[in-house]
């Protein structure tokens, strides 16, 4: 019995970040259904825990907890809070593992495993990582899903367990290949770019656009221009949203394109300046082909991605977002030099 009392308050790090996974729930086309999985992780536990007993306590869990239980309530320094209900997730778990012992902890694997699913952004992340749409990546998490019920079966009915080490130096191998994919561009700060857009532009010539109903309800507390503006036989479109209060309102551009049945070619960082960088999208959909550039600013730095973004947002800061896109009918080059002389064109052609 005391061990149950003291395994409730794990659930704590969970209820402090409830209101977040709500809002998430609620307001992002993104997180809409993740609610799904958190509810799926209820039978799981039961299932896998039915009739187990605790075992002595397993020490050796600190060394999980004690970190997950600080970047659970330390978002207000890493500003993640994504990061922040995984970590809460992870206190979860490693409760069960101090106070059951690993065998207990690793029947509960599955169950920490689908509240990992749920968290917000995931699905986003996964579409990034396997270059697919997002209703494709929530077709992988459902395949997760699944794959940690047959892991309880499996445990059911062979009695099956890795060792501690194993599961936790290959889950420590998988976030590191993740974080070294990421870590340049999370943290990367460019110099700020909040640029004007006037109707004469260098060599480019351009006008205001009025944006239709569903642009304006898609950036609902955003304030949403767009134009357009050419130079011989470039073409450039432009979108610039100043943020809202929500953040769940200002989507990746990849994002957008793959749910309007674009196919992202690539998706890199480019580097225009040692202290400015945006992320450059190729896509394509039937016969037509695009280049977009994108980044985010706000009046002290720029940053070329949404992760980046996302890190250091914070409601009633004064946030930008931008994307200028130009269609590609040669080469990929001749779209990027167009792109490279608006934004030349856009700094007044001095170098930052």
Same mark, same amino acid.
């Given at each position: 019995m005391k061990k149950l009392l003291l395994l409730s308050t794990a659930f704590l790090p969970l209820c402090f970040h409830s209101p977040y996974l709500f809002q998430a729930w609620s307001s992002s086309r993104l997180d809409h259904w993740d609610w799904i999985f958190y509810l799926l992780s209820i039978p799981a536990a039961v299932w896998a825990l039915h009739k187990e007993k605790f075992g002595k306590c397993d020490f050796y869990a600190l060394l999980l907890l004690l970190p997950m239980l600080f970047l659970t309530v330390s978002s207000s320094i890493h500003h993640i809070n994504a990061l922040a209900v995984a970590s809460a997730a992870g206190v979860l778990f490693a409760a069960v593992w101090l106070l059951g012992s690993w065998p207990t902890a690793y029947k509960a694997l599955p169950s920490a495993g689908l509240l990992l699913l749920g968290t917000p952004s995931s699905s986003y992340q996964l579409s990034l990582l396997l270059m697919c749409s997002v209703n494709a990546a929530w077709a992988v998490k459902f395949l997760l899903a699944v794959l940690c019920f047959l892991w309880i079966w499996c445990n059911k009915r062979c009695g099956m367990q890795l060792k501690s080490g194993t599961v936790f130096f290959s889950a420590a191998a998988a976030a590191s290949c993740f974080l070294l994919l990421h870590t340049k561009e999370l943290y990367f700060e460019g110099a700020s770019f909040i640029p004007e857009f006037p109707s004469h532009c260098g060599d480019f010539w351009g006008r205001s656009i009025l944006?239709?109903?569903? &642009?304006?309800?898609? /950036? *609902?507390?955003?304030?949403?221009? +767009?134009?357009?503006?050419?130079?011989?036989?470039? !073409?450039?479109?432009?979108?610039?949203?100043?943020?809202?209060?929500?953040?769940?309102?200002?989507?990746? *551009?990849?994002?957008?394109?793959? &749910?309007?049945?674009?196919?992202?070619?690539?998706? &890199?960082?480019?580097?225009?300046?040692?202290?400015? *960088?945006?992320?450059?999208? !190729?896509?394509?959909?039937?016969?037509?082909?695009?280049?977009?550039?994108?980044?985010?600013?706000? !009046?002290?730095?720029?940053?070329?991605? /949404?992760?980046? /973004?996302?890190?250091? /947002?914070?409601?009633?800061?004064?946030?930008? &977002?931008? +994307?200028?896109?130009?269609?590609?009918?040669?080469?990929?080059?001749?779209?990027?030099?167009?792109?490279?002389?608006?934004? +030349?064109?856009?700094?007044?052609?001095? +170098?930052?």
């Open positions: 944006p239709d109903e569903n &642009t304006k309800r898609f /950036f *609902a507390t955003g304030t949403v221009r +767009q134009y357009r503006y050419t130079k011989n036989d470039t !073409d450039i479109s432009v979108l610039a949203v100043k943020c809202g209060k929500d953040i769940h309102e200002i989507h990746p *551009a990849s994002h957008c394109l793959r &749910t309007s049945m674009w196919t992202v070619n690539s998706e &890199t960082i480019t580097y225009l300046q040692e202290n400015f *960088a945006v992320t450059e999208i !190729d896509a394509a959909k039937g016969g037509s082909r695009i280049l977009v550039w994108v980044w985010y600013s706000s !009046d002290k730095f720029s940053t070329p991605t /949404f992760l980046g /973004f996302r890190r250091h /947002f914070t409601p009633g800061g004064n946030y930008h &977002t931008y +994307q200028i896109s130009v269609p590609v009918y040669g080469s990929v080059e001749a779209g990027r030099k167009g792109l490279q002389n608006f934004i +030349q064109a856009l700094k007044g052609g001095k +170098q930052q």
